[in-house]
């Protein structure tokens, strides 16, 4: 099982940018995903964005599109999602995932992803 530590959250205001940062135990090395979700208290946990390990194909969240931008490197151990024009409705623990299968279409739902960071969380005051 690989380890994951998410960090760079806080609080910020409406507008601000944050940029979040996934460390794992190991070098990612493909096949498979590499995701962002978050959830709020009293929701369910939800895509933000995902990236595959092998070629960096993207998709987003319809919430996020436009706004976040994920990344990784690779080769390494890193992952991050930068956070643009942050809103209230932002407001959540984010949390990095990995999913360790060669997919045609990027995983959406946390149940497809094996490992888990502990979450860091964002707080967009208004």
């Known amino acids: 099982q690989v380890r994951l530590v998410e960090s760079g959250g806080g609080l910020v205001q409406v507008g601000d940018s944050l940029r979040l940062s996934c460390r794992a135990s190991?070098?990612?090395?493909?096949?498979?995903?590499m995701a962002w979700f978050r959830q709020s208290p009293g929701k369910e946990r939800a895509f933000v964005a995902g990236i595959t390990l092998n070629g960096g194909r993207t998709t987003y969240a319809d919430a996020v599109r436009g706004r976040f931008t994920i990344s990784r490197d690779n080769p390494g151990n890193m992952g991050y999602l930068q956070l643009n024009s942050l809103r209230p409705g932002d407001t959540a623990v984010y949390y990095c995932a990995l999913n360790w299968k060669l997919v045609v279409t990027i995983p959406t739902q946390p149940n497809e992803y094996v490992d888990w960071g502990q979450g860091t969380r964002v707080t967009v005051s208004s």
């Open positions: 190991v070098h990612i090395v493909g096949p498979g995903t």
